[in-house]
């Protein structure tokens, strides 16, 4: 299978105010980073042009690409996309409240594309500024546009492409891993002592984990998100 990987954001001076997007996107052997100034906008809408621009220049690419992940922080685009969007349309570009669809434009053309394109488009939530190279780069285009300033846009060879393209956070990439489990709560711990130490004398559960599918089996276990597992 073909995959494409897109970390998105947007930035916005004044909500609204001025604005910018920025976008990375992987395809199997190259990567363009993608970016504009919106003059007057609004975070949200920063936010769901950078998908919108993204997926719209992916399909304009001489590419087999089966299916598309997009890392966005932003709640509003991915619960849109995902799920208000439907209701959206069936009720004529009105909210529940009956009140005008904000961003209508940007979600036709969402929609749109979404039904055009040859390829499956599935959205991660990602946690804001959580150590996630490739969305810390897309911030760092938006805030750059959104300032007025004119970003370095790669586009190159994925293998000489300068940021890491892993969607976790940095922090989680070590192995072995030692995770503990105190009052609701994930911890990584930087070693098996220091873990044995946070848990003691507590009502706790803990671990040493070698592989990330033996990360994700144990968090879905004690019922946490990878987001949410503190340092």
Known sequence: MSEAFVFTDGASRGNPGASGWGAVVALPDTVQELGARIELGTNNQAELSAVVEAISWIDNQDQDIDRVHIYSDSTYTISGAESWIFGWKKRGWKTKTGDPVKNQELWQKF??????????IVFHKVKGHASIPGNERAD?????????????????????????????????????????????????HES????????????????????????????????????DVQT
């Open 192 to 227: 098996w002592p220091e873990c044995q130490r946070w848990v003691a004398g507590k009502q706790a559960k803990y671990r040493k984990v070698r592989t990330v599918a033996e990360r994700d089996e144990l968090l879905r276990e004690w019922g946490v998100e990878l987001e």
């Open 111 to 120: 929609l749109q594309i979404r039904t055009e394109v040859d390829f499956d």
């Open 140 to 188: 760092d285009i938006a805030t750059a546009f959104a300032d007025d300033t004119s970003p370095v846009l790669y586009n190159g060879d994925r293998k000489a492409y300068a940021v890491s393209l892993n969607p976790e956070p940095s922090y989680l990439k070590k192995s072995p891993l030692y995770l503990s489990f105190v009052g609701g709560k994930a911890r990584q």
